[in-house]
């Protein structure tokens, strides 16, 4: 009995000291770019340093996007002595040199890898080299690991148990690295088991740059879909462990070799893209850019750069948003804030602009409130119960609601 008693509170101190790391680890959602919507397994160097270049230059590393991860496409095997080697063709220098150019920048750098023994791209996985492979990484000064699950049976159990492979390796280096659980099936569920190894887990299927597909399948999966499965588990997001309903679309404009090509699907428009940040911040998404920063234009840069709304995303409560009016045209969304205050998202569904009202009694604000319109930057009525106004198709709205004279 004592010792049951003894193995009980052990592990309840381990994940005391677990929930402690990840807050420290990833106390708000990761903010960065990640390679793997516009440039699948076609990256190289160049690449990489050419958007880690431009996210200082465009200002976006300021606003807080710190992480250049690359995805999927730098193996080239293992040595002689097993150790991961890039292709060398594509990275010539090395990964340590890139990651040393990297955090020259004043950033953080990410990579991938996979449990199975091949990855989703079918290049050399982890399987059997965990540890050696998590020491590897942390020798090359990596500060962020995407882990994803190909090549392996859809088992809870066994993704749960490789998962858990990896992460002590991670804990055996010492290093602070952000383990970001970067895999999803309907059966393997990582939300259920990643929380107590990661900082962050994929929730559903890869994004495509479209706005909505009729099914939600693998291969077909837009910005709504996603949305849609990704809100309904907002009990699973807290400060050091985000729900990862994969990484933004805005500015990919239909280009793109996985996240366009395989879903042919011929890109969103700018209040679509809009819509995509506005709810990846209610959600309190972690935020991967994928599009190409060095040419980029101004109102992809406008989407990225909102500062009110990074803030909404990055609120230390480190509250999702909850739905609270749903039907097929409306949907409106309310994250509550550190200070008391609020975030509220009106998305339009439809394919029409609408005029919407939305009384502030129905999401149990009671009060008056003074209303800031995030998007447009300014003052949209102080005092109210109500507010009015436009929502154009596709578009959401984000307000930031305080109270006011009551
Ligand atoms: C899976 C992941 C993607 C990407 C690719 C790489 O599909 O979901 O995000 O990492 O693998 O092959």
Known sequence: MKKIGFLLTIQFCSQLLFAQVSQNLSPTP???WMSWNLYGLDINERIIKANADALVETGLSKVGFQYICIDDGWQG??????NLIPDLEK???GIKALADYVHSKGLKFGIYSSAGKT?????TGSYGFEEQDAKVFAEWGCDYIKYDFCDLPSDTLLWRELGAKFSNGIKK?????????????????????????????RMGWDIRDVWETE????????ILNT???????????????????DMLVVGLYGKGWASSKWGNTGGCTDIEYQSNMSLWCLLAAPLMISCDLSTIN??????LSNEEIISINQDPSGKQATLKIKDSIWNVLIKPLADGNYAIGILNRSKTNLPFQLNFKELGLLGKYNIRNVLQHKMDGNNKTVWKGKVQSHETIVLFVSAGKN
């Open 119 to 123: 990855t989703c791209g079918h290049l």
């Open 215 to 222: 099914k939600y399948t693998w291969d077909k999966n837009g």
């Open 77 to 82: 095997g293992r040595d002689k002595y097993n």
């Open 227 to 245: 949305f849609d499965s990704n809100i309904v588990l907002n009990n699973y997001a807290r400060p050091g462990g985000w729900n990862d309903p």
């Open 30 to 32: 990761p903010m960065g």
């Open 91 to 93: 990275f010539p220098s």
């Open 298 to 303: 101004a109102a992809t840069k406008d989407i």
């Open 173 to 201: 280096t010492g290093r602070p690295m952000v383990y970001s659980i970067g895999a999803f099936d309907e059966i393997s569920k990582p939300w259920t088991w990643a929380p107590a190894m990661s900082q962050s887990w």
